[in-house]
């Protein structure tokens, strides 16, 4: 990202601005009802209809776009979101935009038209044209928007570099720019030091790259506000060890490192809208590679939990290193614990790449993140933490394995595994991401994206407040 998402926002309304008219086949006659009578005779010559997301460009004077007409489509149809508009960033030519009526949502039709304005271009020679901008409407509030949209950018760009150019150390080296920023304090441990401070399962992993192992612990916020503790994922590349991964599956491995890239987007949007909380941020941060010194299956390793893990599959590393992150923030035994990481393909089968299961024996917050990702089109499922299932990862030589040979139940399976190093803390979430986007939709340009962030933060701002 070159450019901060949120610039195709803009506070004012420029005197070329054109206005964007939002309609639905019912409100079609309604909203051309104050056109010109050539703009309405356009609309007829081209047989204009407003599905959803279809777009018209109405011509004026000396080759200029007199006005923009959306469609948004039949109320109740399912490409008919408040996300929807945010296609216009990706449709109209370069220039100023406003809108000229009410969109389903004001405030989701503007961010969605800054979250898809999103492009990588950090390796591209030629960074395109000018881009489109939109005016904030009038009760909106922009500042958070850009807040928003700036984050979930950050996020993004880290999940799409290359793990040529983002390996741990790298990872490391974006949270403690972003604890810098905002006054926090950052830790790194690196190497064998792991070994030394009691992180055996994040070395395991990790010892098999020439790039070493780091955990990185961040803290921000009054000591004496709750506790929120975030914990993520960091695996800078996962070419799923000795259990090597075929050539297909090792394509979007780069992304391994989404639950990293998510949590530092949180934390970077509860820093900078200074929530009512004490933050801690623990990254676990490795390469799964292949060498003499790689983990192997059958292998058997300590946890920091003291609990003895036999290794079933060496591409299952993903909780054997929150294992011991887990570990380390249930320790002082937070509020609110929270986890996120690209953990199972079994999660893509059963609710595929757009809908993330999350998994917490806490009525209360289950409820909270629901209502949340419905409010801000930011989906997430909850999933049964289905305690039956724990004999699947019984090991007859050691306290558990980190897989079960049934081949049943992995996304379940991987949070029971990550539930037995969690007893102290009074909420614990988990969030088994995709942490990409497969195709183009709304909002949500195909790449990296952090999934939950905005519906994640929504539940904290409103648990917590701000002290700003």
Same mark, same amino acid.
């Given at each position: ?48 209809? *407003? ?7 109405? *011509? ?155 955990? $990185? ?59 009512? $909380? ?23 390793? *300590? ?134 986007? *497969? ?30």
């Amino acid at each position: 990202m070159t450019v901060p998402a949120s610039d195709c926002l803009i506070d004012h309304l420029p005197p070329q601005a054109v206005p964007i008219w939002f309609a639905s086949p019912q409100t079609l006659a309604q909203v051309t009802a104050v056109m010109s009578s050539s703009a309405r005779d356009w609309i007829t010559h081209t047989g204009f209809e *407003p599905h959803a997301g279809r777009h018209l460009l109405l *011509p004026g004077a000396g080759g200029r776009i007199q006005s923009v007409l959306f469609g948004l489509g039949e109320e109740g149809h399912a490409l008919r979101t408040p996300l929807l508009p945010g296609l216009l960033a990706g449709l109209l030519p370069p220039g100023d935009y406003y809108m000229a009526n009410a969109a389903d949502d004001p405030a989701l039709a503007t961010l969605s038209f800054a979250l898809h304005s999103y492009r990588f271009t950090t390796y591209r020679s030629s960074q395109g044209n000018k881009s489109c901008r939109l005016k904030i409407p009038r009760d909106v509030a922009g500042a958070e928007l850009r807040r928003i949209a700036d984050a979930v950018a950050f996020g993004r760009d880290l999940i799409n570099m290359p793990a040529n150019a983002l390996g741990p150390a790298e990872i490391a080296a974006a949270a403690v720019a972003l604890a810098k920023t905002h006054n926090a304090t950052s830790e790194i441990i690196v190497a064998d030091e792991l070994l030394e401070r009691g992180f055996p399962l994040i070395h395991a992993v990790g010892k098999g790259s020439s790039r070493p192992p780091c955990l $990185v612990d961040m803290r921000w916020g009054d000591e004496t506000a709750p506790k929120v503790t975030l914990v993520g994922k960091g695996v800078a590349f996962d070419t799923g060890g000795l259990d090597l991964k075929p050539s297909s599956n090792m394509l979007l491995m780069k992304k391994d490192m989404g639950g990293a890239a998510a949590v530092l987007a949180l934390a970077r949007l509860v820093m900078e809208s200074r929530l009512n $909380v004490r933050l801690r941020i623990i990254l676990p941060c490795v390469e799964n590679a292949v060498s003499g010194l790689s983990f192997r299956p059958s292998d058997i390793y *300590p946890s920091r939990k003291g609990i003895n893990v036999e290794i079933g599959n060496t591409d299952a590393e993903g909780r054997l290193i929150l294992a011991d992150a887990l570990t380390l923030a249930d320790e002082e035994a937070p509020e609110l614990l929270i986890d996120m990481a690209t953990l199972t393909g079994a999660a893509r089968v059963a609710l595929g790449p757009d809908l993330p299961p999350f998994y917490t024996k806490d009525e209360q917050i289950a409820g909270e993140l629901a209502a949340a990702a419905g409010r801000t089109c930011d989906p997430l499922w909850r999933m049964p933490l289905w305690q039956p299932y724990r004999s699947m990862l019984d090991s007859k030589i050691a306290d558990i394995n980190n897989v079960s040979t049934s081949g049943f139940a992995g996304s379940v399976l991987a949070a029971l595994f990550l539930d037995r190093f969690v007893e102290r803390s009074r909420c614990h979430v988990h969030l088994d991401i995709y942490g990409w986007s *497969p195709q183009t939709n709304p909002g949500r340009p195909e790449g990296g994206d952090v999934q939950g962030v905005r519906a994640l933060y929504d539940v904290l701002y409103r648990r917590y407040g701000s002290i700003a």
